[in-house]
């Protein structure tokens, strides 16, 4: 057993990791056509139906479109280092294994952390966003819910027409449905595909129609000016040119300046809060060691679903804006308030059922994901064991699957939706800067490695990925509340690693993570050196 600070740095070689795969527990009947509807089902939700609304109301106005073109261009970078890191390490656990075989076993449990707090808070904001169109819709149907049971404590409870009706206690439709989607995902991954295949076509149809309905509504001179002015105003005699702009931007962010609102700024820190839309595209990836054929499957699902939601997200804005004056446009139900514009109550009714399946599928997916992440890691010896217990007729790990769904649940329950989505979106951001960084290390430690897919004009792209992500992380770490909350989060895990992880880990003992039982058997060399035949 390695010892001492070395413990940290230890790395599974590639074809370690490779190996694990092979003799992985869990089911392989996932397609690249199941794969792109898995990340379609997770990127199109909460994004689009319900944070849109607070981005361009709150910080970019009509520049909303621009915010998710910048937002759509880093998660291309990411996408393609996601890809290639897929395609050559099909593994359940995403961006940890991927962590583990490039900077060690210290790096792999941050990377770890960082997706825990990415998917089960996820799941959780997605969860807060179908319970106000469920409310909405319940309305339409005459059943009104209290407004103690519409929100986390202390959130301000307003009806229809804005007025404010109460103060939160719980969100008990939140609570529920989270509670639904983790029975659902014990039952298998199948099974929740079938599922989630039939969703993901019933919101991407709603999606689509919003755009053509729409369309007819549009007013374009409300999308002038595209970038609203900056309030309050800058002092005379500055310098306004784009450029000028953009570095004042960029320092604020950097700085943690909030002082002003809308202009260049605003569209910059309103890409940060709407990166929460994206997400679905990195959760294909969790999804590798139940890939049919990792190698073409995992890029076409990554990149398809990346490019078809980006295409859709920035259509639906320019629509969205058109009809509703941007101003008032932060309600829990943007889209819903758009077509009630277009006095279509008919329309209105699907988009509120459309939304509510779209989301439903989002919570799926994110829940997925990180249960997949919880059964890596315990299998690696860094958690108990019993979060790697797989069910015998299911063939999921149920164990971890309750675990992480209660957590979620309270989550939901509990916590407001800025909250939680500010969180998720930190924690994401932290993991993709690292996956570009994997990139660039494995293409210097093993440029030998297979790579099915290799991520195109190399290094800019996940350079360029990195500091992008660092960028928006520097401008949501700027409210105090986040980054405290953030900063404990990690302190507390690192301590459980340094106090139970590297105590256990089957890495350190010198412990392969697979068998032809997938039981742990001795590694046929010294921990922390290549097996034979790997340089």
């Given at each position: 057993m390695a010892n001492g600070i070395a413990r940290i740095f230890l790395r599974k070689s590639v074809s370690q990791i490779q190996a694990e795969h092979e003799h992985g527990e869990l089911k392989r009947s996932l397609g690249a056509i199941n794969l792109v509807l898995l990340g379609i089902g997770c990127i199109i939700g909460t994004g689009i139906f319900v944070l849109t609304g607070r981005a361009s109301a709150q910080f970019a106005g009509p520049g909303i479109m621009i915010s998710f073109v910048i937002t759509g261009t880093l998660c291309a970078f990411v996408a393609l280092c996601y890809a290639e890191l897929a395609a050559a390490l099909p593994v359940s656990g995403s961006a940890y294994s991927y962590t583990?075989?490039?900077?060690?076993e210290g790096a792999a449990w941050v990377m770890g952390l960082l997706l825990v707090l990415e998917y089960g808070l996820a799941a959780s904001t997605v969860s807060v966003g179908w319970s106000g169109y469920f409310v909405s819709l319940m309305h339409d149907f005459g059943v009104n819910i209290p407004a103690s049971l519409q929100a986390a404590p202390g959130v301000i409870v307003k009806d229809h027409d804005g007025a404010v009706i109460g103060t939160g206690v719980m969100n008990l439709p939140a609570f529920i449905v989270i509670?639904?989607?983790?029975?659902?995902?014990?039952?298998?991954?199948?099974?929740?595909?079938?599922?989630?295949n039939i969703v993901v076509a019933i919101k991407v149809t709603v999606v689509i129609a919003f755009i053509v309905i729409g369309f007819k509504f549009v007013d374009t001179?409300?999308?002038?000016?595209?970038?609203?002015?900056?309030?309050?105003?800058?002092?005379?005699?500055?310098?306004?040119?784009l450029l000028a702009q953009i570095g004042r931007a960029l320092g604020d962010v950097i700085t943690g300046n909030a002082d002003y609102k809308y202009g260049i700024g605003g569209v910059i820190h309103a890409a940060a809060v709407i990166f929460f839309a994206y997400l679905g595209f990195e959760a294909v990836s969790t999804a590798g060691a139940e890939a049919k054929n990792p190698g073409k499957d995992m890029p076409i699902g990554i990149l398809g679903a990346l490019t078809i939601c980006t295409i859709l997200y920035i259509l639906t804005c320019g629509v969205l804006v058109?009809?509703?004056?941007?101003?008032?446009?932060?309600v829990p139900a943007p889209i819903a308030l758009a077509a009630d514009k277009m006095h279509l109550p008919w329309f209105a009714f699907a988009v509120k059922v459309g939304a509510i399946a779209g989301l439903s599928s989002v919570m799926l997916v994110l829940l997925y994901g990180q249960?997949?992440?919880?059964?890596?890691?315990?299998?690696?010896?860094?958690?108990?064991?019993?979060?790697?217990?797989?069910?015998?007729?299911?063939?999921?790990?149920?164990?971890?699957?309750?675990v992480v769904g209660l957590l979620a649940m309270l989550a939901a329950g509990f916590l407001s939706l800025d909250h939680l989505a500010d969180l998720s979106n930190v924690g994401s951001l932290a993991a993709f800067a690292l996956v570009c960084i994997t990139v660039i290390y494995l293409r210097r430690t093993?440029?030998?490695?297979?790579?099915?897919?290799?991520?195109?004009?190399?290094?800019?792209?996940?350079?360029?990925?990195?500091?992008?992500?660092?960028?928006?992380?520097?401008?949501?770490?700027?409210?105090?509340?986040?980054?405290?909350?953030f900063l404990i989060y990690l302190?507390?895990?690192?301590?459980?690693?340094?106090?139970?992880?590297?105590?256990?880990?089957?890495?350190?003992?010198?412990?392969?993570?697979?068998?032809?039982?997938?039981?742990?058997h001795e590694l046929p060399h010294k921990v922390g050196e290549p097996p034979q035949g790997q340089g």
């Open positions: 583990y075989a490039s900077m060690g509670g639904l989607v983790t029975l659902l995902l014990i039952r298998g991954v199948t099974e929740s595909a079938t599922v989630n001179s409300m999308w002038t000016p595209l970038v609203p002015a900056e309030i309050p105003a800058r002092p005379a005699g500055t310098d306004m040119s058109g009809i509703v004056p941007y101003a008032q446009l932060d249960t997949r992440v919880f059964y890596t890691i315990s299998r690696d010896g860094l958690m108990p064991a019993v979060f790697a217990k797989v069910h015998p007729r299911f063939k999921t790990p149920y164990v971890n699957t309750l093993d440029p030998g490695l297979a790579r099915p897919f290799r991520t195109p004009f190399y290094p800019v792209v996940p350079v360029l990925g990195a500091v992008m992500c660092l960028i928006l992380l520097m401008s949501l770490m700027s409210t105090p509340n986040t980054r405290n909350f302190v507390i895990g690192i301590v459980v690693y340094f106090a139970y992880g590297i105590r256990s880990s089957n890495l350190g003992k010198g412990i392969l993570v697979a068998g032809s039982e997938g039981e742990p």
